[in-house]
């Protein structure tokens, strides 16, 4: 069954990479897809030349300005925080995606599958359709709604799958499915009563396939500091969600307290996701992706999953939006067409090359 | 008795919405005693253990442990003391052996540290208590059912448990692997004084390995005592319905139990035979 190239592996403390080994790899990866990010796009720039004005930006002056002011511009304004947002996205739902796998322990898990994307995506929908595009804070009507339309989805599923004070993980896998089938339909049906939205089918259709799009650097610190704290906060999961693997009932008599964790860990998916998705729509598989990825490379001890996953959830994104808007320069296509088309190939060859198995059981 | 160190359950009650439970249970189990719990499917034996474990609090009455009341222990310090052997552990995904056993020391660990040279020691230790240190670095769904059911029980010794609780450690294994962790549990409890209390469905292999019984009927105690006490024809009747021989064993000295003459023909002389078998 396995060739000696595709030699089963399974990642154990003994085989698998250091941990300094993996987190420098991974961080050189993300860095190297940072900077190709702000090289790349419809107007290409050197490096030498990007390294320069990144520099004089730092208020570091190495030499003569050889450049245009407008390359300047976009680098600075318009894709170096888009890069940033890419970064942070990625890194939200890759996280999110190993806390939500985690916690129902379930494969098929991703970022949205308690309600995320279509509470986000149905608020996303009726803010295009009826609400004017103010902006609060840098967050523009649309981001607003879909974040807060998300967080209320997963409080609904969390209500739903609430019973007598416990809440199991398969009936919040169930809640969630319902729920995001019901909005979903919704979403489309608001679409269809509204008059003269098919001018907006577009929009909402583009949103729904996902793009980053940052509008104002406060809306980049926003969603920035809500992440930032939200993975290192999710870190602090790792002990319950390795206590998880043996059930709800072994994590217990292991001394975990289940519902303050569930609730925790809920929490943060639901924030990292949300945040994520107000910059980016709903950018499908790289959540689902990601932590299968990293469980096949790393191991699935959720101390070296979680920042693992978040550093190539980063790097992944970077690299598909920057495909994404060079690729048909001047237009833009769906960045989850190239989440998928990058990361599908990288998950496949893991799973293949460990035969049969994928980590799960 | 509440000075007495060990785990005392006085009148408890639980019951299940279902209807099913415990009723009125007094147990005074000490501190280095080797208990099996036995019983009919359905009595209650692995409600009893949840409910010393702390997993399930009771309705009325009161469970302490050391001294202590156990509902009102933190659950840290109750997942320090009192441990479980589940019947059997399913991974989602896929760990190795010593990560499996490191899982041990969760009530131990801080939120943002990883597990501490004690920690990893606990675990040695508990993987060379079970023979499993040539088998640390290979993947649990991959061991076999005996192999599994160690490496349970080195989770729970990472715990450093003073009760140890085990929930059929012998279903599904095979001859040879029933005596040895049979043998294991015995060995812990009698070389290191942990208190280990056991459900069981063979009564003679708890006849052989432990020194007092427990029998379970219809969430009642019917019967407590040391092996002579609990198994005899008439209590084995009264509480299975099934009629035994019980003779001494001839090498060992202990209560034997074998099937009588007709118990094979349990419905056949029976009217509701068939209503018995296809209800």
Known sequence: ?361 | MAMNPGIHLQAVHFTYPSGFGLAGIDLSIGRGERVAILGPNGSGKTTLLKLMLGLLHPGSGTISFEGEDLGGMSRMARARAIAMVPQELLLPYSLTVREVVLLGRTPYLHRYRGPARVDLEAAQAAMAATDLLSAAGRPYNELSGGERQRVILAMALAQQPRLLLLDEPTRSLDLNHQIRMLSLIRDLNVTRGLTVVSSMHDLNLSSLYFGRLILLSSGRVVADGPPDTVIRPDTIQEVFGVSVLVYRHPALGIPWMTFAPDAGDLFSTREDASEAINP
Do not use: K
């Not at chain 1, 009936?171 to 979403?187: E, K, P, R």
């Open chain 1, 1 to 361: 069954m396995n060739t000696p190239f595709f030699r089963p592996r399974h990642p154990t403390p003994d085989t698998q990479p250091s941990a300094f080994r993996t987190y420098t790899i991974l961080s050189v990866v993300l860095f190297l897809a940072l900077f190709v990010g702000i090289m790349q796009g419809a107007v290409a720039l050197s490096p030498l030349t990007v390294l320069n004005i990144l520099l004089r930006a730092a208020g570091i002056a190495l030499g003569p300005v050889t450049w245009q002011s407008a390359d300047e511009t976009i680098l600075l304004e318009l894709r170096l925080p888009r890069v940033l947002g890419g970064a942070l996205v990625g890194a939200a739902l890759a996280t999110a995606g190993v806390l939500f796998q985690g916690l129902l322990r379930n494969p098929l898990a991703d970022p949205y599958i308690i309600g995320t994307s279509a509470g986000a995506g149905f608020a996303a929908t009726v803010a295009m359709l009826v609400l004017p595009p103010a902006s609060i804070l840098g967050f523009g009507s649309v981001a607003l709604s879909a974040f807060v339309g998300g967080l209320l989805a997963v409080l609904l599923v969390y209500r739903l799958a609430r019973v007598d004070g416990r809440c199991s993980p398969v009936t919040l896998l169930l809640a969630g499915v319902i729920v995001n089938a019901v909005l979903g339909y919704l979403g489309s049906l608001s679409i269809l009563l509204f008059e003269g939205s098919e001018f907006r089918l577009r929009q909402v259709f583009t949103w729904l396939m996902g793009g980053i799009a940052v509008n104002d650097p406060r809306q980049l610190l926003a969603v920035g500091a809500i992440i930032v704290v939200g993975i290192i906060a999710a870190y602090g999961c790792a002990v319950s969600l390795n206590a998880l693997t043996v059930g709800e009932e072994g994590a217990q008599a292991l001394g975990v307290d289940l519902d303050r964790e569930a609730r925790r860990i809920i929490v943060l998916g639901a924030l990292l996701t949300g945040a994520a998705v107000s910059v980016s729509g709903l950018i499908g598989f790289l959540g689902l992706a990601v932590p299968h990825i990293l469980r096949l490379l790393v191991g699935s001890d959720h101390r070296r999953l979680l920042p693992t996953s978040a550093l190539a959830g980063a790097a992944l994104l970077v690299l598909a939006d920057t495909a994404a808007r060079s690729l048909a320069a001047p237009a833009e296509l769906p960045v989850g067409i190239f989440t998928a088309l990058l990361g599908g190939p990288i998950f496949l060859f893991l799973l293949r090359r460990n035969g049969r198995e994928s980590g799960w059981r």
